[in-house]
């Protein structure tokens, strides 16, 4: 009798209007399934972007072949014009974001330097940002720090605003 290859069933990772969709076999995707839900209506997985980079990770160190169609992003050349040095928390702080594979929050108390830290890690990572803030008034004073810092035009997304770019604030 002839033995056929057998057909290994290929994850194909996307991106669709903020979500990641993804498809392939539930046991290759195991490794990843907490960061998965079920979506029948696109007879597919889905995840909250923001945890593209621990899944393709996850699946590259696996050595799980994928196909990757969300990667469009690409390497920036941010530059801050005027920044002050970080305290040594605020340098901590950056490091252990780093560490923790760019995941995590930072809390401070007003005026201790979060928006600092911020800049920071865009400057670290050199790579396409999205800003979430709670209100209007503060997507103007990251619109205003961010354009004076980094000398680019921001992006931005809320508020009537409809301008996407390298660094953008959003509501």
């Known amino acids: 009798a002839m033995m056929w ?25 195991a490794p990843v399934a ?3 839900k079920w979506d029948e ?16 990770l996850t699946l590259h160190r696996l050595k799980t072949p994928y196909e990757d169609r969300a990667r469009d992003f690409s390497p920036q050349e941010f530059v801050a014009q005027g920044e002050c040095p970080p305290r040594p928390q605020q340098a901590q702080a950056i490091d252990d974001w780093m560490g923790a594979r760019r995941n995590g929050g930072v809390v401070l108390p007003t005026g201790a330097g979060k928006s600092l830290v911020a800049r920071r890690a865009i400057l670290r990572v050199q790579r396409e940002t999205l800003i979430r803030v709670p209100t209007i008034d503060h997507m103007r004073q990251w619109y205003e720090q961010l354009s004076e810092v980094f000398g680019i035009t921001i992006g931005l997304l809320g508020g009537g605003e409809k301008d996407i ?3 953008t604030v959003s509501t």
């Open 5 to 29: 290859p057998k057909r290994r069933a290929m994850i194909i990772i996307e991106f669709n209007r903020g979500t990641l969709e993804i498809q392939g076999d539930a046991a290759e995707l």
């Open 34 to 36: 907490g960061h998965l």
């Open 41 to 56: 209506r696109s007879d597919c997985y889905r995840s909250e972007a923001r945890h593209y980079g621990t899944i393709a």
């Open 165 to 167: 770019q390298p660094i």
